[in-house]
């Protein structure tokens, strides 16, 4: 009996002593990645200075080609020519730092170093992926204490999500944000916020301070990644961003939910038909608790940008798309774009366009583009029997592009031809110039957007009139997208949208400006073809113009 016990004992304890070396290789192997992680981000973070050695902060490198965030007070001042700022990395490298484009209202600012080949770099994380206790690790120069260009490292836990923290004459205000307890104070602003992954989940920039000074109390406030990744493809291009608001405002009625309690005239939400009572269910997919939580969601949206809202009307559920309206920040100094960062942006999206669809050096015009189309459904779309109509293109990239429309198949089928002059029957004996519905025309227009002029050869290009204008939003769930704004002729502009990331040309919309009438074409449908990706069907819409097309051939010759 004696023994038994003795054996007992002795199993518990060797259990015991087994479970606590598993629990202490689990915290030695967790602190292990821990500090792996941080010594691979380290490099990326920026001590910013100012030439003069006056101000400085933080920020973040997030492609090896030296782009960068910070916050928008720490880089200000650069706007105003008074300094020149540098910024230090862990190298002990001092390295010529320029602001591109700014958000002063969400307190972003991008910039560029330059002096190496490549830099170190981190890439930015799902923000909405963030909750209440994980981890949160802030990295940046607090006090200007970084001498040798290595950052301070703190930790701690995410300790709210979603906050909202009023800003500064309009500007520097966060939406949205996360709050977190790692110890950030002042340099630390413009700083990365990272997960345990290593990815950016925010810029830190605010802090809650004792009123007897400026020291952190324990409650630090970080920009949200995905906020900022809507603000990027203009702040990279070196545009002044915008926010955007609906113009309207909301207030909690007890038992009946959010609604709506004033629409602006000729506001965003009005135009998108929303009225005062309507009950607002939900802001891009995000189900709205309160006007507080819907101002904080809200403020974290571009202008322009197509935002999905679900209201309640009649005991109805109804989805509303609603394009926000500007909001304009307050600048002590006049933004002045830079024009060289921009066109910059728009060679990167071209190149990358043409990568995707054009086999061979992605800066090399195609020879020639044949293009071959069948229409699937009639003008009024009403799902019946395809049309005997054929487009065909073809695109020669230092000639003219023509465009064929086959009404009908056999001898006697009257074929259409059209050019940039404009369009005439192509018959034995006939070369006399149509005039076109202005609907089939922008059309027309859109097409030869399409397939001339982004595949034109870079030297073709007039940099003063093609430029970047920022990301939108389009599709379901709602992908970021790349927009260029390229004049047609003399008296029409189109706007060509690029998929952020795989850079497929996905929308256009030529406009017409003496009219205002706007034809959009959405391609989609994206296949791959001997190696070369291209879509398979095509969208078109102009008032009360809709059809869809289906492309049976895309050739490209060199």
């Known amino acids: 009996m004696i023994f038994t016990v003795a054996g007992a004992c002795t199993e518990s304890a060797v259990r015991g002593g087994a479970e606590m070396e598993t629990t202490r290789a689990r915290v030695l192997n967790h602190e292990r990645a821990r500090t792996e992680m941080i010594a691979r981000v380290m490099p990326s973070v920026v001590a910013i200075q100012s030439a003069t050695g006056q101000g400085g902060g933080s920020g973040v490198l997030i492609d090896d080609e030296g782009y960068g965030l910070s916050n928008f007070h720490v880089l200000a001042k650069a706007l105003g020519a008074e300094d020149r700022y540098v910024g230090a990395l862990e190298d002990g490298g001092l390295y010529p730092l320029e602001v591109l484009g700014v958000d002063p209202t969400g307190d972003v600012a991008m910039f560029r170093l330059t002096g190496n080949a490549r830099f170190p770099s981190a890439g930015l994380g799902d923000s909405d992926a963030v909750r209440v206790g994980d981890t949160a690790i802030a990295m940046g120069n607090p006090f200007s204490m970084s001498e040798d260009g290595s950052p301070s490292v703190t930790s701690g836990i995410v300790t709210g999500i979603h906050r909202y923290q009023w800003g500064v004459k309009g500007n520097l205000i966060y939406s949205d944000c996360i709050q977190i307890d790692a110890s950030i104070n002042p340099g630390s602003s413009g700083g990365p916020l ?107 949206y571009p202008e322009d940008w197509r935002v999905p809202l679900v209201i309640e009307r009649d005991g109805a559920m109804i989805e509303k798309f609603v394009r926000l309206d500007p909001i304009e920040p307050k600048l002590r100094h006049p933004f002045r774009p830079d024009r060289t960062a921009n066109f910059l942006e728009v060679e990167r999206v071209l190149r990358s366009y043409r990568a995707a669809m054009v086999p061979g050096p992605s800066n090399q015009a195609p020879h020639l583009l044949n293009w071959t189309i069948i229409r699937e459904r009639d003008a009024a779309g009403d799902g019946e029997s395809p049309e005997a109509v054929r487009y065909e293109a073809t695109i020669s990239a230092r000639g003219p592009a023509f465009m064929r429309r086959c009404d009908a198949d056999g001898p006697g089928a009257e074929t259409v031809e059209f050019d940039e002059t404009g369009a005439r029957r192509n018959l034995p004996g006939l070369a006399d110039t149509l005039e076109l519905p202005r609907d089939e025309v922008m059309q027309i227009a859109a097409r030869f957007v399409m397939h001339k002029l982004v595949l034109a050869p870079f030297e073709e290009i007039n940099v003063t009139d093609v430029r970047h204008v920022g990301g939108n939003a389009l599709g379901r769930p709602s992908a970021i997208v790349e927009v260029i704004e390229w004049p047609v002729a003399s008296n029409a502009v189109a706007r060509l949208w690029f998929r952020e990331g795989t850079f497929d040309l996905v929308r256009m919309e030529v406009r017409d400006l003496p009219s205002g009438v706007l034809a959009t074409i959405d391609v989609y449908d994206y296949v791959e073809v001997d190696g070369v990706r291209r879509p398979s069907l095509l969208e078109a819409r102009c008032q009360d113009y809709h059809y869809r097309d289906r492309l049976v051939d895309w050739e490209v010759l060199r």
């Open 194 to 300: 990272f997960n345990e992954e290593g990815e950016i989940v925010g810029i830190n920039g605010r802090i809650s301070v004792n009123t007897r000074g400026r020291f952190n109390v324990g409650f630090g406030y970080a920009i949200t990644s995905n906020q900022i990744k809507r603000f990027m493809p203009a702040m990279r291009a070196g545009l002044l961003a915008r926010h955007g608001t609906l113009q309207a405002t909301v207030e909690d009625r007890l038992l009946r939910g959010v609604l709506f309690d004033k629409v602006a005239e000729k506001g965003a939400a009005q135009r998108a038909g929303i009225r005062v009572g309507d009950r607002l269910i939900a802001f891009d997919g995000t189900t709205i608790q309160s006007p507080n939580h819907f101002v904080s969601v809200s403020g974290a």
